[in-house]
């Protein structure tokens, strides 16, 4: 199993949010083609935008084109409920525009009780990855490999640093097995998580 501290989770939904944008999706080069209204994560998670939150890092009324902002879920009970879209690749889709004309504004993944201590103690035993290194996610297949480093875990606590490793797996299977979500939240952005837990991938390295 790998935690994602929250720094290194924001990775993850910004996948997310390039493979529902509209731009992949009338492409055709998205891992998520077609999975509107299908279960992409595990029933508990939420995954919300607010663009008009008070004071948020990217609060806007108003899309770049224009159109008005809302409050809205992506993806609710684990379900894919919205892309993300501009006018433009609405009419390339057939589908109405969502407001988000220059990307999504204060997207939040909802967190659970534990913080990071505790998610290190359900883990148990394997990677925390504290830092990510190249570029490695193909957004047609979902296939995901980059460099990384952090510390391996044992039995809920850290025992020593690792680097030069690689984790790899595919970004539909990450996002089914994400276990926990935790309540250490990285809020300088306009993308807001805490730590991830994942189901095991695969390690390589010394």
Same mark, same amino acid.
């Given at each position: 199993?790998?935690?994602?501290?929250?720094?290194?989770?924001?990775?993850?939904?910004?996948?997310?949010?390039?493979?529902?944008?509209?731009?992949?999706?009338?492409?055709?080069?998205?891992?998520?083609?077609?999975?509107?209204?299908?279960?992409?994560?595990?029933?508990?998670?939420?995954?919300?935008?607010?663009?008009?939150?008070?004071?948020?890092?990217?609060?806007?009324?108003?899309?770049?084109?224009?159109?008005?902002?809302?409050?809205?879920?992506?993806?609710?009970?684990?379900?894919?409920?919205?892309?993300?879209?501009?006018?433009?690749?609405?009419?390339? !889709? &057939? $589908?109405? *525009?969502?407001?988000?004309?220059? %990307?999504?504004?204060?997207?939040?993944?909802?967190? =659970? @009780?534990?913080?990071?201590?505790?998610?290190?103690?359900?883990?148990?035993?394997?990677?925390?990855?504290?830092?990510?290194?190249?570029?490695? !996610? &193909? $957004?047609? *297949?979902?296939?995901?490999?980059? %460099?990384?480093?952090?510390?391996?875990?044992?039995? =809920? @606590?850290?025992?020593?640093?690792?680097?030069?490793?690689?984790?790899?797996?595919?970004?539909?299977?990450?996002?089914?097995?994400?276990?926990?979500?935790?309540?250490?939240?990285?809020?300088?952005?306009?993308?807001?998580?805490?730590?991830?837990?994942?189901?095991?991938?695969?390690?390589?390295?010394?």
């Amino acid at each position: 199993p790998v935690i994602f501290q929250a720094e290194m989770a924001v990775s993850l939904l910004r996948s997310l949010v390039g493979a529902i944008s509209g731009s992949a999706l009338y492409r055709r080069s998205s891992f998520l083609l077609d999975q509107l209204n299908q279960r992409i994560f595990p029933e508990f998670v939420r995954i919300h935008e607010n663009p008009l939150l008070p004071r948020g890092p990217a609060s806007a009324p108003f899309d770049n084109e224009g159109v008005a902002t809302a409050p809205k879920e992506l993806v609710r009970d684990g379900i894919l409920r919205s892309y993300i879209l501009s006018s433009y690749s609405a009419r390339k !889709l &057939n $589908m109405e *525009t969502t407001g988000n004309a220059g %990307g999504v504004r204060n997207l939040t993944i909802d967190s =659970g @009780e534990l913080d990071l201590a505790g998610l290190l103690r359900q883990m148990g035993t394997g990677l925390l990855v504290s830092e990510l290194m190249g570029s490695g !996610l &193909n $957004m047609v *297949t979902g296939d995901y490999s980059r %460099g990384a480093a952090g510390f391996w875990v044992e039995n =809920g @606590e850290i025992q020593f640093p690792v680097e030069e490793i690689t984790i790899a797996g595919n970004m539909l299977q990450m996002f089914a097995g994400l276990q926990a979500v935790a309540t250490d939240v990285e809020r300088r952005g306009s993308i807001r998580t805490g730590s991830w837990l994942l189901e095991p991938m695969t390690i390589a390295g010394s």
